[in-house]
């Protein structure tokens, strides 16, 4: 009978060794899960205040260039000049919104790097996405390898490897190609 004991004892430390390992890829999984999420919100926030700021510049324009055609419905007068003056100002003005490279914040600009931020903040998304579907893998193989010290059932320590390996992989995917699972979208 104690070798019977010494078999269950040493399937009980190589289902415990699993769990271990399972255990520690949740923790990668949890930690960059976590990572993905907070520079998707960040990334999401940054594209609120581009889009904000663009739209900014698109209403002060508007108000510039309704300005503009009110000058330019006055009758030539005395102060024909000096509203040549303003205009050819404010149309230096509208251009430089339209398009500042120098500083970054002409609407073409804005655009640009909002544009960019929305795509961090989407592929952010699509490694969370995976990081949660790895993080529910590990979970349920811990929760079935450790039903298996219970029952002594194996195949729940075969499913749980598995799920192991399936969250693994999905952690893989998540970190290295995110885009490749287009079902994870």
Request: glycine content about 10%.
């Amino acid at each position: 009978m104690s070798g019977g004991h010494g078999a269950v004892e040493g399937s009980n430390k190589r289902v415990a060794l699993l769990i271990s390992v399972l255990a520690l890829f949740l923790a990668f999984s949890e930690t960059l899960g976590k990572a993905a999420q907070t520079e998707s919100i960040g990334a999401n926030v940054e594209a609120a205040n581009q889009w904000a700021y663009f739209q900014a510049r698109t209403i002060r324009s508007t108000v510039l260039k309704t300005a503009d055609e009110a000058l330019a419905l006055v009758p030539p007068g005395p102060n024909q000049d000096a509203i040549s003056a303003k205009r050819a100002e404010w149309a230096k003005t509208l251009a430089r919104w339209e398009s500042e490279p120098a500083t970054g914040e002409g609407r073409k600009e804005l655009t640009a790097k909002a544009k960019a931020s929305e795509e961090r903040r989407d592929l952010s998304l699509l490694r969370y996405h995976h990081y949660e579907l790895a993080s529910a893998a590990f979970q349920i193989g811990i929760v079935l390898a450790s039903a298996e010290v219970i029952t002594g059932i194996a195949m729940l320590v075969f499913a749980g490897g598995f799920l192991g390996l399936a969250g693994a992989a999905l952690l893989g995917f998540g970190y290295l190609a995110p885009d490749a699972l287009p079902f994870f979208h």
